[in-house]
């Protein structure tokens, strides 16, 4: 893959977990609308990537499809984490919505139908994304992210996770973006998805100390802290990791006396 390619793929993945947390304002800002939907449809969408998995609302899926459709398409590929996410819409709920997705498929644009096409096919997640972690790019982890808000599967945030433990040897640094794409959006949609949250706690605990040092480092911010145990900070300072401790009251005093020292120096 040539040098423009892999940066066009970087580009088509950079709102990795803002689209999952807030899709409407992501493709604004991206400037990936075909035709712009409306607020009022936006905000549908916002809602039902939020809440699905726990409302499991197939007719509103199917609803707002004209929609997504308005939502543009992304080359290569449309846009991955909608369609992760009507893969997993579509793949949970077939026993009781098949002939709805078949009807509907269409209605969401070319990639959607692609997307819905391959879980009426049977298709798996591990036949939609690469079972080498290490040739992930960033829309791989926006579909994996899709693909969790839809099912609430746990195996789509513990991949994302994993890769963020990874560094590829050999490749170009900005290869290196989608690991720490996976690192911070994983961190981000712990704070509001107890499944993800317990997967990047079973990784603080249990991966191998180079893996979480890749992870965590350089040091352990406010909003891991926010998300872990106590014995899974312990267990990621354990692997080097430096823990951010606050300042005491004499190097704050410091920090005070430079800033003055300076002041007067330029008056």
């Known amino acids: 893959m040539n040098t423009q390619k892999i940066l066009v793929r970087i580009v088509a993945g950079a709102a990795i977990a803002v689209m999952a947390l807030m899709p409407g304002e992501a493709f604004a800002f991206l400037g990936l609308f075909e035709s712009k939907p409306t607020q009022?449809?936006?905000?549908?969408?916002?809602?039902?990537?939020k809440d699905y998995y726990r409302s499991n609302d197939v007719e509103s899926a199917i609803a707002v499809l004209p929609t997504v459709k308005k939502i543009g398409k992304m080359k290569p590929g449309g846009i991955p984490p909608v369609m992760g996410f009507y893969f997993g819409a579509a793949k949970s709920s077939l026993a009781t919505h098949r002939a709805e997705w078949e009807a509907a498929k269409k209605r969401g644009g070319k990639e959607i139908a692609y997307a819905i096409g391959?879980?009426?096919?049977?298709?798996?997640?591990?036949?939609?994304?690469?079972?080498?972690?290490?040739d992930y790019a960033?829309?791989?982890l926006d579909f994996l992210w899709g693909y969790f808000l839809a099912t609430g599967e746990a195996e789509a945030p513990r991949r994302v996770i994993r890769r963020g433990g990874m560094t590829v040897p050999d490749e170009p640094c900005v290869v290196d973006l989608t690991a720490r794409a996976a690192q911070?959006?994983?961190?981000?949609?712990?704070?509001?998805?107890?499944?993800?949250?317990?997967?990047?706690?079973?990784?603080a605990?249990?991966?191998?100390?180079?893996?979480?040092?890749?992870?965590?480092?350089?040091?352990?911010?406010?909003?891991?802290?926010a998300v872990l145990s106590p014995a899974a900070v312990a267990r990621i300072v354990s692997c080097g990791v430096a823990e951010r401790k606050a300042p005491t009251e004499r190097e704050l005093r410091n920090v005070?006396?430079?800033?003055?020292?300076?002041?007067?120096?330029n008056s």
């Open 256 to 265: 005070d006396e430079k800033q003055n020292n300076g002041k007067r120096k």
């Open 40 to 49: 009022a449809e936006m905000e549908k969408v916002d809602s039902l990537f």
């Open 205 to 225: 605990l249990n991966a191998d100390e180079k893996s979480v040092r890749t992870f965590f480092a350089p040091e352990l911010n406010e909003a891991e802290r």
């Open 138 to 140: 960033p829309g791989i």
């Open 118 to 134: 391959a879980a009426l096919d049977g298709k798996a997640l591990g036949d939609m994304v690469p079972p080498d972690l290490t």
């Open 184 to 203: 911070w959006s994983s961190v981000s949609l712990a704070k509001e998805h107890p499944a993800v949250a317990a997967e990047l706690e079973a990784f």
